[in-house]
């Protein structure tokens, strides 16, 4: 009989912790049910508090008798899968840069379906993007240019950027990346609101779409000299190349988005400061994001998504 859980408990996750869970699905449960309800069971329907439920894989509601999965209204809604799957595709995909095809998931999950080891790679990457929604700040770069995946030329997407600027040393900080139909005032503004933190100094190309938008106060625009390419088109070449290289260019442009999320999340994560608090970022991310249904993931367009 489970336990109830003790909330004084803290979770260590390393590569050790994750080989254990592998064998361990009570581990995982007790886990992932601390990690969604640091404060007790928080029921998904009448948004009743139980403190002193223990942890269960589905948990029915005293209050209104609903039952809710661990995984109701997360990224995981519908799976049957081990939790302890979904917990090493997580670690998995934080620790591996360059190897993180479908194949390779499916054969480290010893999954039958190549299907479910893509679903739960683009999935996952949804997750990124919530995860990874704090915005630009202080000095920040604007630019935007095109990008062409190699599996689909000569089609190719506009991207634009957002690179904080990091002085003394002007290093880059902190990135956001998203695709627009077309460079005008209306997806720049869309793009600023979300994506850099008001009253911050933004540097953009002297084009007349961000000139437009500089009148709104959002902006101070420059000339960027040409002999000196523009750093957040810098950053978007820089995704290209990465998406042809790591992704050998398998993308299709109506799933671009997931791979701006997963580029964005990869460069922002580096500034944590251990492998632990990158999983935990993404876990978060997996835990708030709404379900997504395959057919969703496969007919439409994905676009920028925070929440």
Known sequence: MNEPLNRTNTF??????IQKWLTDEEGCLAFLFHKRWPQGFHCPYCRW????????????????GHPSSISTNT??????KALSKWLLAIWWICANETE????????LLKLSSYQTAWTWLQKL???MGTADNTACHGLVELGCAPVMPAWEKPNQALVVAAAETILPAGITGRIRMTTIERLEPSAINAFLRTAVTAGSSVFAPGLPAYREVAQEGYLYVV??????????EQLIKSFEIWLN???????ALKHLQLYLNE???RSNSAMLPNMEAVFNLLLEGVLAHKPKPYRELVSTRIAKETS
């Open 12 to 17: 260590s996750v390393n590569e050790q912790q």
């Open 49 to 64: 508090q139980h403190q002193q439920l223990p942890p269960s894989r589905t948990v029915i509601c005293a209050h209104c």
């Open 75 to 80: 990224i995981m809604h519908g799976s049957k």
């Open 100 to 107: 993180t095809s479908a194949k390779n998931l499916q054969r």
């Open 125 to 127: 990457r949804m997750a």
């Open 223 to 232: 000339d960027a000299p040409t002999q000196n390419p523009h750093r957040a």
């Open 245 to 251: 290289k790591v992704h050998r260019g398998g993308v």
């Open 263 to 265: 580029f964005c999340f």
